[in-house]
C-alpha cells in the first residue's frame, strides 16, 4: 500500500500535465476528436408549434478517452442557459457552453476544472427558435395550422439539440416531448407514457431507441391525423406484427390508405432480401406539409414530401408511381443506412445506393409493370452526364468541410452508386451478391461501416481476390465515365472484338482521358441463329475478346442488357450496323443506344442530322421510357442549335412525324383502366409536342383543358377537376402562356387557397411556365412570399430560361434578391444556388458573370462552390458543342 499510493500520484500528475486544455486545442473544422465518445442520450423538448421558440434539456453520457477540462461538440443556433458536468463520482460542477465556430456548428463545454478519464455526464438546457429553413426542429404550416417537425440530415441536428452530430456516433436515445394536450406528437420508437401536467400541456414518453446517429432521430407536433394501417404479419425473420399508421396534416389523413395498402408488401420483400427482420418497434410514415428533401428514412418514422402520399384514386399516374418508389427506397434505409450506416460522410454512398439500388428490386418483385429496370437505367445515364465533368465528385468522396457534406447528396451517390452495384452484381451473380450483402447487415447490424467492409464481403461471397476488390473501388476512389471503344477485326477465320478505355469528355472539356477502371464489360453480338454474350474484365487500357459463333458479318451491343457503368464508342459504320438491329435489342440495350448515340452527339463524332435519324427508330417502340429517350439530344439541338425558321420547321417536322401520331392515339384523357405507362407517356408527349415544339394542334386541346380549369366554380374557386389530373400543369401552362396576366392572376390567388400537394404543384407548374418577361418577374416575386412553401420555390424559377434573353432576365432579378433567396432557403440549398441562378447557360459569357458574382460568395452557403464550378463547367461545355456542331446538318 505505501508503494501505491506515491505510484497513483505520479500517474494522476502525468495525466494532468498531459491534459487538453480549451486554450491548447485546436478547433475541429471537421471529425470530432474521438477522445470524448457519447454513450447515451435523454432528449427532452417542451414544443408549442404556435410558439415561435422550443426549449429542450439534453442529457449526455460521455465516455473520456484522456483527461480534459473541455468537450468538443456541435450546436447551432441554440441559447443554452445552463450546463451541469457531473463526474464518474456523482460530483455536480457548472460547465460553460462557448459557440467556437457557429457557422459551421461546432461548440465547446468547459467544465471548469481537469477530469481524468471517466464517463461523465453533461446536462445542457437551452432554448431555440423553430427553424423556418426545413433544418433541424422546424416549423410549417397546413391550411393555417402551425405544425413542428424535424429533418435532420446530414448535419443538421445541432439546431435542434447539442450532441455529437457526426454518422459514426451511434447512441440509444431516450426522448420525452411536452406538448399542447389538444395536439398530438409522433417519434422514431412507440409511445409508452403519457402525463398530464397542468395548464393545457402534457408530456409524453416514448420507448429507448436502439443505437443510432444524431441524423435519424426524428420527431413531429401538431393536430396530425393518425391513422391505422393493415397490420404487417410476422414471417419468417420477425416473430411479431409490426404496427404500421399513416400521420398527415389534419383532415389529411384518409388520403393515406393507398401507400398504406402497398406498404405490407414492402417490407416482406426486404426482409426476404436482406433474411432479417424489420428492427424497429413500429411503422410510421409521415406526409409533410413542407419538407427539403423528396423523403427521409428516419427509422420508425419515415418521413416524405406530403404529395408522395396523399393519393386519391384519379391522382397523377406518376405520383402513384413515384409514392411506390420512393416508398421502396425509403424503407430499403430500414437496413441499409439506419441499421448499417455509414462510418463518415465520404461513404454516404453506402446508405443512398444501396437503398437506390434495393428500391429498384422491389419494385420488379412487387410492380414489374414499373419498369425499374429501365428506371436504373436511365438513372445512372444521368448521373453520366454529370460524372462527364471534371468538376464531378467521386462516389466516395473526400469530406474537407460541411459544403462536401451538404453536396453529396446527387446523382452521384445515389444513380452512379446504384449502377456500379448493379454491374458487378450482374458479374458476381445475383445469388452470390445477396449471400455477400446478408453477410454485410449481419456483421455491422446496429453499427457501422465502410466501402472497404461491402467490397470485402462481396468478395468473399464471390471467392475473388484482389483483382475484383480493386476493380470494384476503381469506380468509388475516382470520378468519371469508361468510354469503351469497339472495333470489329475478321482474322484467321474468327471475329475478334478490340477494346480500349479511357475517360469520356464531352467536346471542350479540360480533363485528362488517360484513365483506366476494372471494367465488367458485357456484350451481345449477331450470331446465324441469334445473338450470344460473352463478357471480359477489363482493366488495361487495351484489351480485346473473341466473339465465338459470329455470324459474319456481325453486329455487336456492347452493353448487352446495359449492365455496365460506361459509356461506349463504335466506328461510324458499326454504329450504323447496330441500329438496324434496334428491333431485337431489348428495352434496356435500346436505352444504352440511345445513350451512345447521344455521348457520339456531344463528343463531337456525330453531327446533329446522324444524331437524329439514329434515334428516330427509337420513337416507335411501345415502351415509353424507350420512346422519349431521343427528347434530351432532340431538346439540346431545339434550344441551342436552331436559330433559323428551315431549321425549326424541320425539326418541328421530325417531332411531329415521331410523336404526334402516338399522342393522337393515346388521347387527351386518361381512359378507364389504363395502364399507369399511358398516363405517363400521355403527359410527357403532351408537354413536349404542347410546350416545346409548340404544335398549334396540341397546344388547342390542352388550352381547352387551361381553359376549363380556370373557370370560376359557384363559390369562386377554380375548377382543376375539369382538367385530366396528369395533364393539369400542362394544360394550365399553355393557359398561362396564351392568356397571360388574367391566368397569372388566377393561379396566384388560388394557391394560397389550394392545400392539395398535388393541385399545388400543377399550380405552381402552370406559373413556371409563363414566358411574358413582365409576368416572370411578378411570378419570381412571388416565389418569395409566404404563400409559396420554401420547398416550392424552385418550381417557380425553372421557367424563362429558353433563350439567353430569358436567362438575362432571370440573371439580373435573381442578382438584385439573392441575399433574400439565401435568407430563405438557408444553408441546405447552397449547392443548387448557382445553378438556380445561372443554370440553362450556354456562352462564356454567362460562365463568367456566374464566376465574378459567386467569387466572393461561395462561403456564404455551404456546398456553393461546388454547385458553382458544376454550373460553370456545364455552361462552357455546352458554348463549345454549340461551336463545335454544324446546324446545318439539321436540314440534311
Known amino acids: 500500500m505505501r ?10 500528475a502525468a495525466c494532468c500535465a498531459t491534459a487538453l486544455a480549451a486554450g491548447a486545442d485546436p478547433v475541429p473544422h471537421g471529425r470530432l476528436p474521438g477522445w470524448a465518445v457519447p454513450q447515451s442520450y435523454q432528449l427532452a423538448f417542451k414544443v408549442d408549434p404556435r410558439q415561435a421558440d422550443f426549449s429542450g434539456r439534453t442529457v449526455i453520457s460521455v465516455k473520456l478517452a484522456q483527461a480534459s477540462d473541455h468537450v468538443w461538440l456541435h450546436g447551432s443556433d441554440l441559447k443554452v442557459s445552463k450546463v451541469v458536468v457531473t463526474d464518474a463520482a456523482g460530483k455536480h ?17 468547459d467544465f471548469g476544472r481537469t477530469l481524468k478519464p471517466q464517463t461523465i455526464t453533461l446536462a445542457i438546457d437551452y432554448s431555440a427558435p423553430l427553424n423556418q429553413q ?9 391550411e393555417g395550422q402551425p405544425y413542428a417537425m424535424t429533418q435532420m440530415e446530414p448535419i443538421s441536428a445541432r439546431y435542434a439539440f447539442p450532441g455529437f452530430d457526426e454518422p459514426g456516433i451511434k447512441t440509444p436515445f431516450d426522448l420525452t416531448l411536452t406538448v399542447p394536450k389538444d395536439e398530438n406528437a409522433v417519434a422514431n420508437t412507440a409511445q409508452v407514457k403519457e402525463v398530464d401536467d397542468g395548464n393545457g400541456w402534457k408530456t409524453l414518453t416514448f420507448s429507448q431507441t436502439k443505437p443510432l446517429p444524431t441524423y435519424l432521430v426524428a420527431f413531429g407536433v401538431g393536430p396530425w391525423d393518425i391513422v391505422n394501417g393493415p397490420d404487417i404479419k410476422p414471417d419468417d425473420y420477425r416473430t411479431t406484427v409490426l404496427p404500421l399508421r399513416g400521420v398527415a396534416a389534419k383532415g389529411e389523413g384518409h388520403r393515406m390508405q393507398h401507400v398504406l395498402s402497398e406498404t405490407p408488401s414492402i417490407i416482406h420483400a426486404l426482409e426476404d432480401y436482406y433474411g432479417f427482420g424489420y428492427p424497429w418497434d413500429k411503422l410510421d410514415l409521415l406526409a409533410a406539409p413542407d419538407f427539403s428533401a423528396g423523403a427521409m428514412e428516419n427509422p420508425g418514422l419515415v418521413t416524405f414530401r406530403d404529395w408522395l402520399l396523399l393519393l386519391d384514386p384519379d391522382s397523377p399516374a406518376q405520383y402513384v408511381r413515384g409514392s411506390f418508389n420512393v416508398t421502396a427506397h425509403e424503407l430499403a434505409h430500414q437496413w441499409t443506412g439506419d441499421t448499417v450506416t455509414t462510418a463518415w460522410w465520404n461513404d454516404i454512398w453506402l446508405n443512398e445506393a444501396f437503398a437506390t439500388w434495393m428500391q429498384q428490386k422491389v419494385t420488379m418483385k412487387v410492380h414489374p409493370e414499373y419498369r425499374a429496370d429501365l428506371d436504373r437505367i436511365r438513372g445512372a445515364q444521368g448521373a453520366m452526364n454529370n460524372d462527364s465533368l471534371v468538376s464531378a465528385r467521386k462516389i466516395r468522396q473526400e469530406i474537407t468541410g460541411n459544403g462536401d457534406i451538404m453536396t453529396a447528396f446527387d446523382g452521384i451517390t445515389y444513380q452512379k452508386g446504384a449502377a456500379v452495384l448493379g454491374m458487378f452484381e450482374n458479374y458476381v451473380t445475383p445469388a452470390v451478391f445477396q449471400q455477400g450483402m446478408r453477410a454485410y447487415i449481419q456483421a455491422h447490424k446496429f453499427g457501422n461501416a465502410t466501402a472497404d467492409d461491402l467490397v470485402d464481403s462481396i468478395a468473399q461471397a464471390a471467392d475473388k481476390g484482389a483483382d475484383f476488390k480493386n476493380a470494384f473501388k476503381s469506380f468509388l476512389n475516382q470520378s468519371g465515365v469508361p468510354y469503351v471503344q469497339t472495333k470489329l477485326e475478321q482474322k484467321d477465320g474468327q471475329t475478334i472484338l478490340h477494346l480500349s478505355q479511357s475517360r469520356y469528355l464531352p467536346v471542350g472539356s479540360t480533363g485528362d482521358s488517360a484513365r483506366v477502371w476494372g471494367v465488367p464489360v458485357c456484350v451481345r453480338y449477331g450470331t446465324a441463329d441469334g445473338s450470344k454474350v460473352s463478357c471480359e474484365m477489363l482493366d488495361k487500357a487495351q484489351g480485346s475478346m473473341v466473339l465465338a459463333g459470329a455470324s459474319n458479318p456481325t453486329w455487336v451491343m456492347p452493353n448487352a442488357g446495359a449492365q455496365g457503368y460506361y459509356r461506349f464508342g463504335m466506328t461510324k459504320a458499326d454504329l450504323a450496323s447496330l441500329g438496324k438491329q434496334i428491333g431485337s435489342l431489348a428495352d434496356t ?3 444504352a443506344y440511345a445513350d451512345a448515340v447521344s455521348a457520339s452527339f456531344r463528343h463531337g463524332d456525330i453531327d446533329a442530322g446522324d444524331a437524329l435519324a439514329a434515334l428516330k427508330p427509337l420513337a416507335a417502340s411501345k415502351t415509353n421510357e424507350v420512346a422519349t429517350a431521343p427528347l434530351g439530344t432532340f431538346g439540346w439541338i431545339w434550344s441551342n442549335l436552331a436559330s433559323t425558321d428551315a431549321q425549326r420547321a424541320k425539326l418541328t417536322a421530325w417531332a411531329k ?14 381512359k378507364a383502366g389504363e395502364a399507369d405507362g399511358d398516363s405517363l407517356m400521355r403527359r410527357t408527349l403532351a408537354e413536349f409536342l404542347g410546350m416545346d415544339v409548340k404544335l398549334p394542334a396540341v397546344r388547342a386541346e390542352l388550352l381547352k383543358q387551361g381553359d376549363a380549369a380556370l373557370k370560376p366554380k359557384a363559390d369562386g374557386r377554380l375548377d382543376l377537376a375539369a382538367a385530366d389530373p396528369d395533364l393539369l400543369g400542362v394544360a394550365l401552362g399553355v393557359a398561362a402562356q396564351e392568356h397571360g396576366k388574367p391566368v397569372v392572376d388566377a393561379l396566384i390567388a388560388e394557391l394560397p387557397k389550394t392545400s392539395d400537394p398535388a393541385l399545388r404543384n400543377a399550380i405552381l407548374g402552370g406559373l413556371g411556365s409563363v414566358d411574358d418577361v413582365t409576368q416572370v418577374e411578378r411570378i419570381r416575386n412571388f416565389a418569395l412570399s409566404k404563400d409559396v412553401k420554401v420547398g416550392e420555390m424552385a418550381a417557380l424559377f425553372r421557367g424563362g430560361r429558353d433563350t439567353r434573353a430569358e436567362r438575362d432576365g432571370m440573371w439580373k432579378w435573381a442578382v438584385a434578391h439573392y441575399d433574400q433567396i439565401l435568407a430563405r432557403t438557408g444553408s441546405f440549398a447552397g449547392g443548387r444556388l448557382p ?51 454544324d446546324a446545318a446538318a439539321i436540314l440534311r
Do not use: W
Open 3 to 12: 508503494l501505491v499510493r506515491p505510484l497513483l500520484l505520479t500517474a494522476l
Open 93 to 109: 460542477a457548472a460547465g460553460k457552453y462557448v459557440a467556437v465556430a457557429p457557422q459551421e456548428g461546432v461548440a465547446r463545454i
Open 134 to 142: 426545413l433544418q433541424g426542429l422546424y416549423k410549417v404550416s397546413h
Open 589 to 591: 440495350e435500346q436505352l
Open 657 to 670: 412525324d415521331a410523336y404526334l401520331p402516338r399522342l393522337e392515339s393515346l388521347g387527351y384523357r386518361r
Open 835 to 885: 445553378g438556380l441562378m445561372g443554370g440553362g447557360g450556354c456562352s462564356k459569357a454567362e460562365a463568367d458573370r456566374l464566376q465574378a458574382f459567386f467569387k466572393d460568395r461561395v462561403n456564404q452557403a455551404p456546398g456553393a462552390a461546388r454547385g458553382l464550378a458544376q454550373t460553370t463547367e456545364s455552361t462552357l461545355l455546352c458554348s463549345a458543342l454549340k461551336q463545335k456542331q
